[in-house]
């Protein structure tokens, strides 16, 4: 079965950074975009960013780009999150996600896959 399991959710202020981990297991095929996306109070569900795992290249949602970062470690079968100059209106519940394609960090459609989610507030 696959499993997205996040990780490293906190509490932090506005202009601080965190750093939340999924870890991966149980897929067969070395082609998806694996990363976020969160649910914010009072605005739905946003997709937030995404790597793909055959080259490695990364989705960032507008509201996001510029400041969060996605890497994945392959070895410890983890995708992290590193998200900088956090903003209060990035307070909300980020939740492990992959799909064959990455639209769903765009808004269109919803990830195929999804883990529990872990969450991150930030204090004005």
Known sequence: DVQLQASGGGTVQAGGSLRISCSVSGFTSDDYCIG???QVPGKGREGVSCMRTRDGRAYYGDSVKGRFTISSDNA???VSLQMNNLKPE???VYSCA???VEAWVFGIGMPE???QGTLVTVSS
């Open 36 to 38: 976020w996306f969160r």
């Open 76 to 78: 410890k079968n983890t």
């Open 90 to 92: 990035d307070t909300g």
């Open 98 to 100: 992959a799909d064959t």
């Open 113 to 115: 896959i999804w883990g």
